[in-house]
């Protein structure tokens, strides 16, 4: 086939068939389908068969993995974990039930449920020589700068859990794992305010125990409100896992060369960092105070249509759903109930955040693009209310996308087809040429 040939694509029973317009040669490929959502096409022997290879910068329209743990509709606002909607989960479920449902694919029995939880609630502590550990860093680092370092060091502290090829070890790894992020994260916000370390409590919930080492102090215990407890456990069950996102895929991709389970959540920390994705909590509020006033919405709003200024509404948008985002739904209901529970919903950062949503939602060019709210600009709002430093938010949602992270790593390591993540690209460097001594050079 020739470099300059175009090439169209017909469906008919189950597969595709491609033709080089230039050539005439076809090739044809099986379409698989899953159990919901469209079929791929199974490209594998492509280059084999046509010396191409696909081009997808962000795989648009490129699926990495076969999975049977979250499925999402964007069209129509669907998330479903493990077959269960969203929407029931957060109403029904509790943060560690949605844990052992992502790891196991069955909500537990009775039994299996305290049993999980308290295997979870065993591994709370750290091992004591990481409190040196935090003490390296600079006393104003950034948590989520503390939280690369300190989970990916937790592969140095536990060698036991760190054989891949042992399903007992990658399980153990993975209970470690989730029990442990809270303390690390709750001791990355104590760091960085100058505060003693609070060890976890294992007579509490999960959620009420992140609470406790975020907000308690030696000398001060905290009190548990149950409004506020619920809100961070639901808002952890909204975090827990959403497919083949960013961070999720770099995850895999950095498990796919057999790389230790600590290591590669802390690449997907890494990845969850960035304001495009798991940072964009913080940037909602970021953005709010620069905003500073309803006055200055217009402006602002102006910046974001403009495709010559970088600026972006954070918060809105999403690449997946181009309908409404439904954990967006249920945070915004819980935002309102927590901002009702602590009487401050006349704040004005609050107030803002209220204005700026309307706009948005009622101006044409959000209107157009499908550019809702997303989770993160509510989750931003309650973090704020709950008293949360702004740094800390993106920590939280590294603390409940843990599960999904640990989840997919293991499916990922179970599948008899899984291969290295090894990429292609198209060249556009220069071609071959020979190298030009430095007297020679012009
Ligand atoms: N403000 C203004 N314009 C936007 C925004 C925004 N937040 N998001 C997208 N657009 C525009 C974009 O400029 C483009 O316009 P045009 O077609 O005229 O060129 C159009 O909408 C499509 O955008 P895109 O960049 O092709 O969409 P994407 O799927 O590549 O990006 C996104 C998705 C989430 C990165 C993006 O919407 C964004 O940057 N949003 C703000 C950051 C944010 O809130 N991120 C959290 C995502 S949800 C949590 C998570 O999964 O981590």
């Known amino acids: ?17 491609l033709t080089d317009n230039v050539t005439g040669k076809q090739a044809t490929f099986p379409v698989r389908t899953g159990t919901q959502g469209p079929g ?24 990495s993995c076969e999975s049977k743990i979250t499925y999402i509709d964007g069209d129509n606002g669907i998330l479903l974990h493990r077959g269960y909607p969203i929407e029931q989960l957060a109403e029904n479920s509790d943060f560690l039930e949605v844990c052992y449902l992502l790891l196991y694919g069955e909500l537990p029995t009775g039994e299996q449920k305290v049993k999980f939880d308290r295997g979870i609630t065993l591994h709370t502590m750290l091992h004591e020589q990481m409190a040196n550990f935090y003490r390296g860093f600079r006393r104003d680092a950034h948590p989520m700068a503390i939280m690369c370092g300190v989970v990916g060091a937790l592969s140095a502290f536990y060698h036991d859990s760190t054989d891949i090829s042992d399903p007992h070890q990658r399980m153990v790894a ?10 690390i994260a709750g001791w990355a916000y104590k760091y960085s305010i100058g505060q003693p370390f609070i060890y976890p409590s294992n007579k509490l919930g999960f959620a009420e125990n992140f609470l406790h080492m975020l907000f308690a102090t030696p000398c001060e215990d905290y009190e548990i409100n149950p409004v506020i407890a619920k809100a961070m456990d639901r808002i952890l069950i909204l975090h827990a896992d959403h497919e083949q996102n960013a961070s999720t895929s770099t995850v895999r991709l950095a498990g796919s060369s057999g790389a230790n389970p600590f290591a590669c959540i802390s690449a997907g920390i890494a990845s969850l960092w960035g304001p495009a994705h798991g940072g964009a909590n913080e940037a909602v509020l970021n953005m709010l105070h620069e905003i500073g006033d309803k006055s ?35 945070m915004r209901e819980t935002c309102h109930s927590v901002l009702n529970e602590l009487g401050i919903e006349n704040e004005p950062l609050l107030e803002l955040a209220m204005e700026l949503e309307k706009i948005a939602l009622e101006d044409e060019y959000f209107v157009d693009r499908k550019l809702y709210p997303n989770v993160d600009f509510y ?4 973090f704020q209310a709950l008293g949360i430093p702004t740094s800390m938010f993106t920590v939280l949602f590294a603390v409940a996308r843990t599960v999904g992270w640990i989840a997919q790593w293991n499916e990922m ?16 460097g220069q071609p071959y040429r020979d190298y030009v001594p430095i007297k020679t050079r012009p």
């Open 296 to 330: 200055n919405i217009n402006e602002y709003i102006k910046k974001a249509k403009d495709s010559d200024d970088p600026f972006r509404l954070m918060g809105f948008g999403h690449r997946v759903y181009k309908n409404f985002d439904p954990r967006a739904k249920i």
């Open 413 to 428: 390591i179970e599948d008899p087809s899984q291969k290295i993540g090894r990429p292609r690209q198209l060249y556009t």
């Open 1 to 17: 086939m020739s470099q300059d040939s175009s090439a169209a694509a017909t469906a008919s029973n189950n597969n595709v068939t």
């Open 174 to 183: 993975s209970y470690r794992m989730i029990a442990k992020m809270p303390t």
């Open 40 to 63: 791929v096409i199974d490209i594998r022997s492509l280059y084999a068969e046509t010396g191409y290879f696909t081009y997808d910068p962000g795989f648009i329209a490129t699926g």
């Open 379 to 382: 989750s931003g709002i309650i």
